[in-house]
C-alpha cells in the first residue's frame, strides 16, 4: 500500500519561503514510471497543479508559478520537497502531493493534505 504523508508549518508570515515535505511509503519515489506531484486547493476553490518530479529525477513547474517555485527529492528519505518563495497571503491553501502513472492522465495516490496559512 502506497501512502503518502505531507509536513510542514502551518503558519507562514508573507514574503517567507513555505518548504514542504512529502514523505513517501510503500514504494520508492524512483519508480519507473511514477510521476509526483505538489496540488493546492485555495478555500473554497479547486484544485491548482504546481508542479512535479519524475521517477527519473526531472521536474515541471506550472507556468504561473515557476519564477517562485522548486520541487525536489531526497532519494534516501524517500521524500520529495516543494519550495515556494516570497508567499503572499493568497498561498494560504490546503497542500498536497499525490502519485500518478506517466500516460495516464490520473491520481492513483493522495496525501491527505497540509493546510498552511499565510498571515502576519
Known amino acids: 500500500q502506497v501512502q503518502l504523508q505531507e509536513s510542514g508549518p502551518g503558519l507562514v508570515k508573507p514574503s517567507q519561503t513555505l518548504s514542504l515535505t512529502c514523505t513517501v511509503s510503500g514504494d520508492s519515489i524512483t519508480t519507473n514510471p511514477y510521476y509526483w506531484s505538489w496540488i493546492r486547493q485555495p478555500p473554497g476553490k479547486g484544485f491548482e497543479w504546481m508542479g512535479g518530479i519524475h521517477y527519473s529525477g526531472n521536474t515541471d513547474y506550472a507556468p504561473s508559478r515557476k519564477s517562485r517555485i522548486s520541487i525536489s527529492r531526497d532519494t534516501a528519505k524517500n521524500h520529495i520537497t516543494l519550495q515556494l518563495t516570497a508567499v503572499p497571503p493568497e498561498d494560504t491553501c490546503a497542500y498536497y502531493c499525490?502519485?500518478?502513472?506517466?500516460?495516464?492522465?490520473?491520481?492513483?495516490?493522495w496525501g491527505q493534505g497540509t493546510q498552511v496559512t499565510v498571515c502576519s
Open positions: 499525490a502519485r500518478a502513472r506517466l500516460g495516464i492522465n490520473e491520481y492513483d495516490y
